[in-house]
């Protein structure tokens, strides 16, 4: 399993988002991409799932090329994303909501009890809530619920995107604690976070994002330490 | 809130339906259907409609409002697209009603799969380059779809132009029971055996995949997609069904109305029947009944005010609008689907 992205360039409309980006996760990390508002972040991560076209460049998973493949098939191949701003669906209960993540499974009443489970022992909250209504969570809950549902659909690669939006400081530790665990399990994950401190320190390598173009890729943890990058992205006082 | 509990009749009948065993829900079931059958029967009564026909009022408007406002329903109310030029294929089925009836030696019954046939072909061709459009891009297209289909049929020869196709046969008979203008209950019976059948069918829908793949749709695209469902084949099915149902109440308006010209498919009856279905409750069946049958309803009903009636008539749909928002019986709400912003980079 490599997921690759090769030279790739976005447009929305005649404005160039994505200016020439080249990523290659490994099977098992945990890579990130960081970088302020604006940098490409999360529509990278959105072509990767599909929901972006390419304008060109290439992505390659598994030695495949998809970069034509649509978003509903790449879900099959094993790439699954939580989407931005947690994208539940807000009038599907909590149970409906992951369930919908095995729509597209083909043995989907085998897995579901199985992996309801495994759900519900990661995030044993979602289990308190099965039958409250997505929109009624709160923020650090509808995040759950957003890996959860993309878990359910057994990926081989997980995307993450900005999971530590909008959440307090101990549900963001929360969350990220959870990222590890889950890839402790062999998901590989590409997480987009604006977090940087938070990130680095759980990932293993990092690309670092500007106005669409990658200025460095190192390991996290030489990151954490490069001055240039604390300056930038962590602050001095960089809380932990 | 106080309001809400009173007028809570949709929590009411989902009670009395859930707490109801098999057999009970049978009786419950029937009885509402003879209730309905009877309606035509009912004409001496306070129901009576001034000047125009009771039976065929029910007829028309009221049963093909009510056929057409569930067939809208499955694609406003369901997968959530706004459709403005839905009278386009109740006009494909009248017209297919008309030149098919009255060139080919066919019954209103061999038509009919016909009429459905090229309203869901025209829901393909309209959908598969447009329901990639979203919200007020997908109304603006529909909007102009309705009017394109309008205006070609009131500038072709082969659809006589604006004189309109006259000379529809009638509906052959189905054994005793006849099909007469002057007499139009079996046209009313006809029309509540369609509707029970377009009933059945979004019930069954509703429960399997595709309900579900709408309902994910309709809350969150994106994510609908990022769960694996083929956005644009759902929506493109629930489309091509909802233009099924306009066909099917096109091929019978045809033959009950035995004359059809373009200016009876105008913007106004695309307006009117998504009226319906707003007025009653977007995406809940019953709401989008009772809607489409006050809607139909009422401006015959109040037809001895002359006038006036178009008046009374908005003032109904405001003060209805301003206490109901949701719709006379809205649909179950846990929270309302939020309208996602645009992209960030």
Known sequence: ?240 | MKIRNYWNLRDWGASVWESANRPKRVAIALTSIILVALLPFAGASFLATPIAAYDAVLVYPVGIFVLMALGLNIVVGKSGMLDLGYVAFFAIGAYTMAIMGTTTGLNTWEIMPFGIAFAMIAGVILGLPTLRLRGDYLAIVTLGFGEIVRLVVLNSSWSKGPNGIANIPMPPDIGPLKFKLDDQKVFFWVVVIMILLTIWMIRRLSVRRPGRAWEAIRQDEDAAELMGIATLKYKIWSFTLGAAVGGAAGVLYGSKNLFIAPEMFTLNVSILILACVVFGGIGNIWGVIVGATILGYLPDRIRFISDARLLVFGIVLVVVMNFRPDGLLPRKKREKAIVKKGANA
């Open chain 1, 1 to 240: 399993m490599r997921l690759e992205i090769k030279d790739l360039h976005v447009h929305y409309g005649k404005i160039e988002a994505i200016k020439g980006i080249s990523v290659v996760v490994d099977e098992g990390e945990i890579v990130t991409l960081i970088g302020a508002n604006g940098a490409g972040k999360t529509t990278t991560l959105k072509t990767v799932s599909g929901l972006r076209k390419v304008t060109s460049g290439s992505i390659i998973f598994n030695g495949q090329d998809i970069t034509n493949v649509p978003a509903h098939e790449r879900v099959d191949l094993g790439i699954s994303q939580a989407p931005e701003g947690r994208g539940i669906f807000p009038g599907m209960t909590v149970l409906e909501n992951l369930e919908m993540g095995k729509f597209h499974r083909k043995n989907r009443k085998a897995e579901m009890s199985d992996d309801l489970d495994k759900v519900y022992t990661l995030f044993p909250r979602l289990k308190e809530r099965a039958s409250q209504a997505g929109g009624t969570l709160s923020g650090g809950e509808q995040q759950m619920l957003a890996i959860g549902r993309a878990l359910m659909s057994r990926p081989k690669v997980l995307l993450l995107d900005e999971p530590s939006m909008g959440l307090a400081p101990q549900m963001i530790a929360n969350i990220f604690r959870i990222i590890t665990e889950i890839n402790k399990t062999g998901v590989t994950i590409l997480l987009v976070e604006q977090n940087a401190q938070q990130a680095l320190q759980r990932a293993h390598r990092a690309y670092i994002l500007e106005t669409g173009n990658v200025v460095k890729e190192a390991k996290a943890s030489e990151l954490l330490n490069d001055p240039a990058v604390r300056e930038a992205y962590l602050g001095t006082g960089a809380h932990s």
